[in-house]
C-alpha cells in the first residue's frame, strides 16, 4: 500500500508556471507507474499525464502536451508535474495517483492509490 501527498498547488497569473509534487510513502513507490489527472467543479476526472516505473516512458493528454512535464525521482519516493504556460482554462484539483500495472495510463479507474489533491486556481 502505498499513501500520496501532492503539494506545490496555488494561485497565478495566466502564463505563469507552477510545479506540483507528490510524496509517497513506503519502499516500493518505484513498482508503481504514476499519473497526474485534474478534476475542474462540475466536470470529470480528466487524464492529464503518467510517467512508467523507471522513468523511461511519459505520457500525455493533447490538452497540456507540450506545456506539462511529468517527471519522478525513485530515490525521492516522488513525482512532478511541472506545468508552464498555465490557462485559466488549467484550474482545477490536482490529483497524483498510483497504479501496479503495466499498460494503460490514461483511465482513472485502473489507478489503485489517490492523493488528496491540491488546487491550482489560474487567474486570467
Known amino acids: 500500500q502505498v499513501q500520496l501527498v501532492e503539494a506545490g498547488g496555488g494561485l497565478v497569473q495566466a502564463g505563469g508556471s507552477l510545479r506540483l509534487s507528490c510524496a509517497a510513502s513506503g519502499r516500493t513507490f518505484s513498482s508503481y507507474k504514476m499519473g497526474w489527472f485534474r478534476q475542474a467543479p462540475g466536470k470529470e476526472r480528466e487524464f492529464l499525464a503518467a510517467?512508467?516505473?523507471?522513468?523511461?516512458?511519459?505520457y500525455y493528454a493533447d490538452s497540456v502536451k507540450g506545456r506539462f512535464t511529468i517527471s519522478r525521482d525513485n530515490a525521492k519516493n516522488t513525482v512532478y508535474l511541472q506545468m508552464n504556460s498555465l490557462k485559466p482554462e488549467d484550474t482545477a484539483i490536482y490529483y497524483c495517483a498510483a497504479d501496479t500495472r503495466v499498460y494503460g495510463y490514461k483511465s482513472a479507474s485502473q489507478y489503485d492509490y489517490w492523493g488528496q489533491g491540491t488546487q491550482v486556481t489560474v487567474s486570467s
Open positions: 510517467v512508467s516505473r523507471s522513468a523511461s516512458t511519459t
